[in-house]
């Protein structure tokens, strides 16, 4: 199958690498050329200049972009280049109004839209092990789910247009209280003079299990935060998950408080830190 793929990021690069890896032909476009031909000298792939090139005759067009004008952008561009028949995967976060919009763009072109939000991070893109919610045509995703399962682990067609989107909100939404609660435990064992080491043996293999306390206690406790899903893109998330609640109105109390608590993390610098340190947040309160 003749693949492009726009954006190659911290997510896009490994997953447009697996495809590569899975004997597939890839061409690839980022925003940056400089990154398309790094990538492609890496991979194998094709690196193209810009998305109409890239997506010139393509059966199926993958994007993992920023937010929802980059998607109306980049879409924008490659439609008038796809193949009749053509199917388009957005693995972008984006708000489920954007998803049905360019859904309804394709449709009038021939081209299916799957909007295809992913989970698992940038391990899980190098991994090959993301777990996909999909949105949009059952016989589209039939078409295109052997080539996305080159570096998924779970695919899930959630419905129509924007139930991928709005499956991944919720997904966001169990996350900001996982990490808000995973950093108060971690604050109050070293509150309390506990070797963090062990309270995380002791509780890790019990009801407070999770895959924020395996893979971020320890990294909290030693306050490192320099890697991982940045808080910058959380709190866009984060604002599309409280947009939609006030849509459909959900009462989404803690994940709006969670979200007040990473815009004090960014004002302490950090930014682009990983979503874990709300527990540096709890740390620098402690210190007033």
Known sequence: MKIAFAGLGVMGAPMAGHLVAAGHEVIGHNRSVAKAQIWAEKTGGTAAGTVAQAARGADLFILCVGNDDDVREVVGAALPELTSGAVIVDHTTTSARVAREMAALAQARGVAFLDAPVSGGQAGAEAGKLS????????ALARVEPVLASYAKAIKHMGLAGSGQLTKMANQIAIAGVVQGLAEAVHFAQGAGLDT????EAISQGAAQSWQMDN???TAAAGQFDFGFAVDWMRKDLGLVLDEARANGSHLAVTALVDQFYSEVQAMGGSRWDTSSLAARLQAR???
């Open 216 to 218: 971020r206690w320890k």
């Open 197 to 200: 080491d062990a309270v995380y």
């Open 286 to 288: 402690k210190r007033r």
């Open 132 to 139: 996909i919610m999909i949105g949009g045509d059952a016989e």
